[in-house]
């Protein structure tokens, strides 16, 4: 006798928390995601379809493969595995699990997605980010990125957070999280993209664009005198 599995008819698509790499497409037009550990060699934009990464023509989730989207049901347990070296570049996804899907323990195996919303850690030197700017890796065609601040930003390749939910389109908001203090909770500030119901900017989204083009400013100013002592020297 074949068993079957119990069959889920939800009248919303369910919620499920992830993390990933942000990443920007070779020529700057388009921004996802990319996994971090088997799906990693698949980018995969905001509203995608998963495809086995071992090539094979069954459509995912098929039941003897472990293709497909993976998410878990906690947010906990995605931003615990934040706290890993190897992740500590990742940004933590909510979740639409969309098409067909294989309900686990701990999450789901899915066919759809959609990217709600994306939290960016802080930067490398403890300060909020302001950006995503090259983290000096990436797959083909795709430039991965990580958090910066306004300081550490240093003339590298930056898309504010503002910037990338836009490029990223298809609603996505982009949050970047504030480090909790000694007896105070964690804050966010929340930026949205175009191709949803866009909100207007608040103050810490704008004071944060502002750090962000003054940071370039200065790096572009700090060139330009670097380049007149040379002609002046030569």
């Known amino acids: 006798m074949r068993?079957?599995?119990?069959?889920?008819?939800?009248?919303?698509?369910?919620t499920g928390y992830k993390i990933a790499h942000p990443v920007l497409s070779q020529d700057g037009t388009r921004a996802g995601f990319t996994g971090v550990s088997l799906g990693g060699a698949l980018p995969y934009g905001v509203l995608d379809e998963a495809r086995c990464v071992y090539g094979r023509r069954h459509r995912a989730p098929h039941r003897r493969c472990d293709c497909g989207f993976h998410c878990v049901h906690e947010s906990a347990v995605?931003?615990?595995?934040?706290?890993?070296?190897?992740?500590?570049?990742?940004?933590?996804?909510?979740?639409s699990v969309l098409g067909a899907y294989i309900r686990f323990e701990r999450g789901f195996r899915y066919a759809r997605q959609r990217v709600r919303s994306a939290t960016v850690g802080p930067c490398e030197c403890g300060a909020v980010a302001v950006a995503l700017a090259?983290?000096?890796?990436?797959?083909?065609?795709?430039?991965?990125?990580?958090?910066?601040?306004?300081?550490?930003?240093?003339?590298?390749?930056?898309?504010?957070?503002?910037?990338?939910?836009?490029?990223?389109?298809?609603?996505?908001?982009?949050?970047?999280?504030?480090?909790?203090?000694?007896?105070?909770?964690?804050?966010?500030?929340?930026?949205?993209?175009?191709?949803?119901?866009?909100?207007?900017?608040?103050?810490?989204?704008?004071?944060a664009e502002a750090a962000l083009l003054q940071a370039r400013l200065d790096w572009f100013q700090s060139q330009l005198g670097r380049l007149r002592d040379e002609e002046a020297q030569g």
């Open 3 to 14: 068993l079957r599995l119990p069959e889920e008819r939800p009248t919303e698509p369910p």
């Open 78 to 95: 995605a931003e615990a595995m934040l706290c890993t070296a190897e992740h500590r570049a990742a940004v933590l996804l909510e979740v």
């Open 134 to 207: 090259d983290a000096g890796w990436g797959r083909p065609g795709r430039r991965a990125l990580k958090a910066a601040c306004a300081g550490c930003l240093r003339g590298r390749t930056s898309l504010s957070l503002a910037s990338f939910a836009r490029l990223a389109g298809e609603g996505l908001r982009v949050r970047a999280a504030v480090p909790p203090v000694a007896g105070i909770g964690g804050a966010e500030g929340a930026a949205t993209g175009a191709g949803g119901a866009t909100a207007a900017l608040g103050v810490s989204e704008l004071v």
